[in-house]
């Protein structure tokens, strides 16, 4: 069997204190960089790994910012992962890494999850959500600094930080203005009961956004160019079907998402209609495997999960200074060009 070295066995070898291995493996300053050197060449030598549980007992920290998942959506969605990767990679130039605890959407596994991440000592909680929407976080989280991400607390009590979706919207119903399209068709998140839009974030803001594009190209809104889709492959295309069946039909479509635009490309094609040739077609998301896998490819708007990743670990960061107040923050959803407009 493999040795196991200790603490004692580097300190020994090296020929200097316990507190002088303590203060290389904790990246203290004092320490001389030959005698650093020395240490750390010495730990390499014999595949020497640090006692994870004996040092944060003796920190009060684990080293770890632990990243509670509010659904399983996140791991599994390929771009809402990213809010993952952004994080991850903002924390990793910190010299620290991250738990991800997958808590799914059972109240009570948030709760355990959340306390697991408390019993590990980490340094603060980024609560994320696969997709824009209010939330209530569990009491156990207020022992550490918390942020939000894709997601907000109706109390606005947490930081949090979500996508500007009036701004994604605006984007792209501007871009199909400034190429000359005039009847824009809208194929809208979420689903309506008794022709009650749903009270999604996203819905909301990107609705709001292609109204005020609309407005200022002296373009009147008109009600008959938009639809709701509750997501299903079959609504998709048939929403995308039903607006180009029109007399009068709209010369451009702007999708809720990526998955609708994929519809409507097949909706298109099955009345004989090209795109960009015929009509244009825009998407919401950015979803790499559909926007660059469809011919031609699709012209979209860009969920910045990742930066929202990013910005998380940033305000924790800073929010372990010192006191700051919750800061709601709003990331751009830039566009991104190809060959659909």
């Not at 014999?46 to 994870?52: K, T």
């Not at 040092?55 to 969605?77: A, K, P, Q, Y």
């Not at 097949?266 to 559909?290: C, E, K, T, W, Y």
């Not at 860009?302 to 700051?324: C, D, F, N, R, T």
Request: charge should be negative; aromatic fraction near 8%; proline fraction near 7%.
């Amino acid at each position: 069997m493999e040795r196991k070295y200790t603490i004692e066995d580097i300190a020994e070898l090296a020929g200097v204190s316990r507190g002088t291995v303590s203060r290389v493996l904790n990246q203290h300053p004092s320490v001389s960089d030959d005698t650093r050197q020395k240490v750390l060449g010495i730990m390499e030598r014999l595949n020497y790994r640090p006692n994870f549980s004996a040092r944060h007992m003796r920190t009060d920290s684990s080293n770890m910012v632990g990243f509670g998942l509010l659904t399983d959506e996140v791991i599994t969605t390929p771009y809402a992962v990213d809010i993952i990767r952004g994080a991850q990679e903002a924390l990793w130039k910190q010299g620290k890494v991250m738990l991800v605890v997958n808590a799914g959407y059972d109240k009570q596994m948030t709760e355990a999850s959340l306390e697991v991440l408390l019993e590990r000592r980490v340094e603060g909680i980024i609560y994320a959500a696969m997709y824009h929407r209010p939330i209530e976080i569990p009491p156990p989280t207020s022992q550490v600094p918390v942020v939000l991400v894709n997601c907000f607390s109706p109390d606005r009590a947490y930081a949090s930080v979500v996508p500007d979706e009036v701004a994604g919207g605006y984007a792209a119903t501007k871009h199909l203005l400034t190429r000359g399209h005039r009847r824009i068709g809208f194929i809208n998140l979420g689903e309506t009961v008794n022709k009650v839009p749903p009270p999604l974030p996203a819905s909301q803001g990107r609705l709001k956004g292609y109204q005020q594009a609309l407005a200022e190209f002296g373009v009147a809104f008109d009600e008959d160019l938009l639809r709701y889709t509750p997501q299903t492959p079959h609504d998709n295309y048939r929403l995308a079907y039903d607006l180009m069946s029109q007399p009068n039909p709209p010369t451009a479509l702007f999708c809720g998402n990526d998955r609708t635009a994929l519809a409507a490309y097949g909706a298109l094609s099955a009345l004989g209609l090209r795109v960009p040739d015929d009509v244009a077609v825009v998407g919401f998301d950015n979803q790499m495997d559909i926007a660059q896998g469809v011919y031609p490819a699709l012209t979209t708007v860009q969920l910045p999960h990742y930066a929202m990743g990013k910005w998380a670990v940033e305000y924790l960061l800073s929010a372990k200074q010192g006191m700051i107040e919750p800061c709601q923050h709003m990331i751009d959803c830039p566009l991104v060009e190809r060959e659909s407009v």
